[in-house]
C-alpha cells in the first residue's frame, strides 16, 4: 500500500505562523507513523501557493520582482518547516516548470473534452480572498469580507468556467458510498448541506491587463488573455507533483466503494491519500477538487492518458488555533509567528513544541486555545513528570542496584493483583471512550505487560486508521503512567533494600526494572513520531536504536524482536525534560 500525505500549499505572501506549522506538523507526525507501520512507502508534500496578485503588489512594494519576492518568502516557509522537523519528502512551488506545466495539460484536457468552458461571470467578489462568493453566501455576509470586513465588490467578466454542476449527483454518490471522505463527521454534514443546496458552474480564470499583477500565473492554453484563478493552479498540485512515472503509484485509482476507503485501498494494496487541511478550505477541497478529478478522469474518454486519476481517500479539515478565545487575524496582529515557537522551542525544547501543539491542537471540529499556562501544565504533566523522570528513574535504578546492565525478568511479565503493594484506583481515560492502558490492567485484574503492549499498538493502529494522530499519541504516555503506577505500587527502592537478607528479593527486583525499562522503550517508539530528537536520545542511552524498517507492530512487541535485551547497557542519560516553573512569563 501507498500511503500519500498533503497539507495545503501555503500563500507566499503570508509569514509562517502557528496555522501553517500546525497543519504541517500533523501530517509529518502521521507521515512518521506511516514509516513506523511500514505498510509501504510514504509521500509526504507540503509547499507554497504562488500566483496570487498579492504576491506582486507586495513584491513591487518591497521594490522586487513578483518572484524574487516569492523566492525569498517561499524559503521563510521551507526554513519554518525546517525547524519544526518536518519530514516532507518535497517541497512544492507553483512557480515551479514541473507543476505549470502539468496544470497547463489538465487544463487543455478539460477544454477539450468541455469540463472547461468560455463565458461571462458577474458576481461579489472578496478582493482580500480572491473568491467570487455565492449570493447566498455574500448575503450572509452583509456583503463584507468574512476575513477583512471590507465590503465585497461586483464583477463582471469574461471567463472560464468549470461545469461543477454536472457533477453533483457523482460527488452525492461519493460522499454516500465512502463515508470517510471528509473528516471529521461534523465537517461532511457541513459539506452534504451546503451540496443540497446546489451546485453553480464556477468561474476558473481571471482576466489578463495592463495590470503587472494579473500578468502573474498560468495562462489559460490557447487564451493568452485568461489566466488560470490561483485556486485551480493550487489545487493541481497534489496531482502535478506525483504525475511522473515513479511517482504515480502514490495517487489514487479510480473506483468508489461501499467499504470504507481506506480498508478497500489497502485490500487492493493501492494508495491512501489524505489531504490536511483547515476547516477554512474546506469547500474547495471537498467538492470542487474532488470534481475537477473526476472531470479529468472523463476526459479519458477523449484519448488522453488520465484515466489513472481517482479521488484521495480523505480530506481531513481540522478546526483552528485560536489565541485567548479571539480568532487569529493580521488585524489583530496577535498571530502566534514562528519567532514565538522559536523562543519556546528554545526553552523547552522543539519536541516539546511539537508535543504541546500535536496533543492540543484543534484537530477536530473545536478551535483550540494557545496558552502559555496550558503549555506548562502539559510539558510537565507529560514531559519533565512523564516520559523524561521515568525514564531518568528506571536508567537510575539499573544503574544503582545492577550497575546500569539491563537485568533479566527471567519470563516474569505479569503481576497478579497481590504481588502488587496495595491496589491503585483506575485512572480515567484521557478522553471521553478511551480505553486507558490502566483499564486494560484493571479488567483483567493484573498488570501483563504483554497485554498492554499489544492492547496499546492496536489501540494505536486504530487511532492511526481514522487519522486521529493526537489520540496515538496519548497511548505513549499511557504507558509511562502505567509504569509510574507499577514503580508505586512494587516499590523498587524498598525492595532494594532488602536484597542483602534476601536473595529472592534480587530477582524480583531485576524483573520489575525489566518490565519498567522495556515498557518504556515500547513507550519512546510510540512517542517518536511527535518528539523524534528526545526520543532518539532514549534511544542512544538505552542502546535500542530501531533499526531503519523495523514496523511499529514489531517494535511494540513487548520482549519480542527489538526489545531490549538483559545485559546490555542502560546509560542514565542526561535529562530529558527539566521542569518547568508554572510562574515564568511566556518566553518572547
Ligand atoms: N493557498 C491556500 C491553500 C491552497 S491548497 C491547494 C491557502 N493558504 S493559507 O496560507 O491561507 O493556508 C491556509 C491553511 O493554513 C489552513 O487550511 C490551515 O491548514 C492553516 N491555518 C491557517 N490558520 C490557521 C489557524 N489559525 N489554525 C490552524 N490552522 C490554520 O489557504
Known amino acids: 500500500m501507498q500511503r500519500y500525505i498533503t497539507t495545503p500549499i501555503y500563500y507566499v505572501n503570508d509569514r509562517p505562523h502557528i496555522g501553517h506549522c500546525y497543519t504541517?506538523?500533523?501530517?509529518?507526525?502521521?507521515?512518521?507513523?506511516?514509516?513506523?507501520?511500514?505498510?509501504?512507502?510514504?509521500?509526504f508534500l507540503t509547499g507554497t501557493d504562488e500566483h496570487a496578485d498579492k504576491v506582486v503588489t507586495s513584491a513591487q512594494a518591497n521594490g522586487m520582482t513578483a518572484i524574487q519576492w516569492a523566492d525569498r518568502n517561499a524559503a521563510e516557509f521551507a526554513k519554518a518547516f525546517a525547524f519544526i522537523n518536518a519530514s516532507n519528502d518535497d517541497f512544492i512551488r507553483t512557480t515551479q516548470d514541473r507543476h505549470k506545466t502539468r496544470v497547463i495539460e489538465y487544463v487543455s484536457a478539460m477544454i477539450k473534452s468541455g469540463a472547461i468552458y468560455p463565458g461571462t461571470y458577474e458576481g461579489w467578489y472578496d478582493e482580500n480572498q480572491e473568491e467570487y462568493l455565492t449570493e447566498t453566501v455574500a448575503k450572509d455576509q452583509d456583503y463584507k469580507s468574512s476575513v477583512t470586513g471590507k465590503p465585497l465588490v461586483r464583477r463582471s467578466e469574461k471567463c472560464y468556467f468549470f461545469k461543477l454542476s454536472a457533477y453533483q449527483s457523482r460527488l452525492e454518490k461519493h460522499f454516500a458510498d465512502n463515508p470517510t471522505f471528509v473528516q471529521p463527521d461534523a465537517r461532511r454534514n457541513e459539506v452534504l448541506g451546503r451540496l443540497r443546496d446546489g451546485l453553480n458552474d464556477v468561474p476558473i480564470s481571471r482576466p489578463v491587463t495592463d495590470d503587472p499583477a494579473t500578468q502573474f500565473g498560468i495562462r489559460v492554453p490557447g487564451d493568452e488573455q485568461h489566466r488560470i484563478y490561483v485556486w485551480i493552479d493550487a489545487l493541481f498540485n497534489y496531482l502535478s507533483v506525483v504525475d511522473i512515472d515513479d511517482r504515480r503509484p502514490f495517487w489514487p485509482s479510480p473506483g468508489t466503494s461501499a467499504l470504507r476507503a481506506e480498508v478497500a485501498a489497502k485490500q487492493r494494496n493501492e494508495s491512501v491519500c489524505t489531504h490536511f487541511i483547515a476547516k477554512d478550505i474546506l469547500w474547495f477541497h471537498a467538492v470542487i477538487w474532488p470534481a475537477m478529478l473526476m472531470a479529468l478522469r472523463d476526459t479519458a474518454a477523449h484519448g488522453t492518458r488520465f484515466d489513472f486519476v481517482g479521488l484521495p481517500t480523505t480530506v481531513y479539515s481540522h478546526a483552528y488555533w485560536v489565541r485567548e478565545g479571539?480568532?487569529?487575524?493580521?488585524?489583530?496582529?496577535?498571530?502566534?509567528?514562528?519567532?514565538?515557537?522559536?523562543?519556546?522551542?528554545?526553552?523547552?525544547?522543539?519536541?516539546?513544541v511539537r508535543w504541546y501543539l500535536l496533543t492540543q491542537g484543534p484537530l477536530n471540529a473545536t478551535d483550540a486555545d494557545f496558552s502559555h499556562g496550558k503549555f506548562v501544565e502539559v510539558y510537565n504533566a507529560d514531559l519533565a513528570n512523564g516520559i523524561g523522570n521515568s525514564t531518568s528513574r528506571v536508567g537510575n535504578m539499573i544503574e544503582k542496584y545492577f550497575g546500569g546492565m539491563l537485568p533479566d525478568a527471567k519470563g516474569k511479565f505479569k503481576y497478579a493483583p497481590e504481588e502488587l503493594g496495595f491496589k491503585v484506583e483506575p485512572m480515567p481515560p484521557m478522553k471521553p471512550g478511551d480505553k486507558s492502558a490502566a483499564q486494560i490492567r484493571i479488567d483483567d485484574n493484573s498488570t501483563d505487560?504483554?497485554?498492554?503492549?499489544?492492547?496499546?499498538?492496536?489501540?494505536?493502529?486504530?487511532?492511526?486508521?481514522?487519522?486521529?494522530?493526537?489520540?496515538?499519541?496519548?497511548?505513549g504516555i499511557e504507558i509511562v503512567r502505567e509504569v509510574d503506577l507499577f514503580i508505586n505500587s512494587t516499590a523498587p527502592f524498598k525492595l532494594a533494600k532488602t536484597v542483602e537478607q534476601n536473595p529472592a528479593a534480587k530477582n524480583q527486583l531485576a524483573a520489575i526494572l525489566y518490565n519498567c525499562a522495556e515498557a518504556l522503550r515500547i513507550a519512546s517508539v510510540l512517542l517518536s513520531p511527535a518528539m523524534p530528537q528526545k526520543m532518539a536520545r532514549v534511544w542512544q542511552s538505552w542502546n535500542c536504536t530501531p533499526p531503519h524498517g523495523a514496523s511499529l507492530a514489531e517494535l511494540c512487541e513487548f520482549g519480542g524482536k527489538f526489545a531490549l535485551k538483559p545485559g546490555q547497557t542502560i546509560a542514565k542519560g542526561e535529562v530529558l525534560f527539566m521542569r518547568a516553573d508554572s510562574a515564568e512569563a511566556a518566553p518572547a
Do not use: H
Open 24 to 43: 504541517t506538523l500533523v501530517a509529518d507526525c502521521m507521515a512518521r507513523f506511516e514509516r513506523l507501520r511500514g505498510a509501504g512507502p510514504v509521500f
Open 326 to 352: 479571539r480568532k487569529m487575524s493580521k488585524s489583530l496582529k496577535n498571530f502566534i509567528e514562528i519567532e514565538q515557537l522559536e523562543a519556546y522551542a528554545n526553552k523547552y525544547s522543539l519536541d516539546a
Open 449 to 475: 505487560w504483554r497485554l498492554i503492549a499489544s492492547k496499546t499498538a492496536e489501540d494505536v493502529n486504530k487511532s492511526l486508521d481514522s487519522l486521529s494522530v493526537d489520540e496515538a499519541l496519548v497511548a
